[in-house]
């Protein structure tokens, strides 16, 4: 079976979604393995977010990824990298689709590309990676 980590970013954190975010996850049918609140440091969110390094919004990015704690999961189910990432929508909240973690929970503060509750390994060879980041 494949897993996949989800984070519950800051955002979701503090506006108290992270109920109907696990919500979603278990009635889509994945199972939960393994979950906790991090306080994530800037070494752990720097190699997380490597990819990124050096964009424009790469700073605003950790500082936000900073300010609070997270839920980090490791969810297991068939296909569940690619159906993770379907069911949190398209990056952008204001656009996401509605039914979508993004589409129906998000919304725009003018940091809305930043502040979209949740992240989702985005292959197999990320997943192996961030799980190994999160959970050692
Ligand atoms: P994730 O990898 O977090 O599931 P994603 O694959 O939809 O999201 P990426 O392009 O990998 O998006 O960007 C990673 C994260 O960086 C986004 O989730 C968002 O928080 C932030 N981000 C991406 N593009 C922008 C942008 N133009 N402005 C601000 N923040 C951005």
């Known amino acids: 079976v494949e897993e996949t980590l989800v984070l519950i970013k800051p955002d979701g954190v503090?506006?108290?979604?992270?109920?109907?975010?696990?919500r979603r996850i278990e009635?889509?049918?994945?199972k939960l393995v393994?979950?906790?609140l991090v306080e994530a440091d800037?070494?752990?969110?720097?190699?997380?977010?490597?990819?990124?390094?050096g964009k424009p919004f790469y700073e605003p990015l950790l500082e936000f990824m900073e300010s609070g704690p997270s839920?980090?999961?490791?969810?297991?189910?068939?296909?569940v990298i690619e159906g993770f990432r379907v069911l949190a929508g398209t990056t952008d909240p204001t656009t996401a689709a509605a039914g979508t973690i993004r589409g129906d929970l998000g919304r725009?503060?003018?940091?809305?590309?930043?502040?979209?509750?949740v992240h989702g390994s985005d292959s197999p060879e990320s997943a192996e990676r961030e799980?190994?980041?999160?959970f050692d």
């Not at 009635?27 to 994945?30: D, P």
């Not at 980090?72 to 068939?78: D, E, P, Q, S, T």
């Open 71 to 79: 839920v980090a999961i490791r969810v297991a189910g068939n296909r």
């Open 14 to 22: 503090v506006r108290n979604l992270t109920g109907e975010i696990l």
């Open 27 to 30: 009635a889509k049918g994945y």
């Open 131 to 134: 799980l190994a980041l999160w």
């Open 42 to 53: 800037r070494g752990r969110l720097g190699t997380h977010y490597e990819e990124h390094a």
């Open 108 to 117: 725009d503060w003018g940091l809305a590309v930043q502040q979209n509750l």
């Open 34 to 36: 393994d979950i906790k």
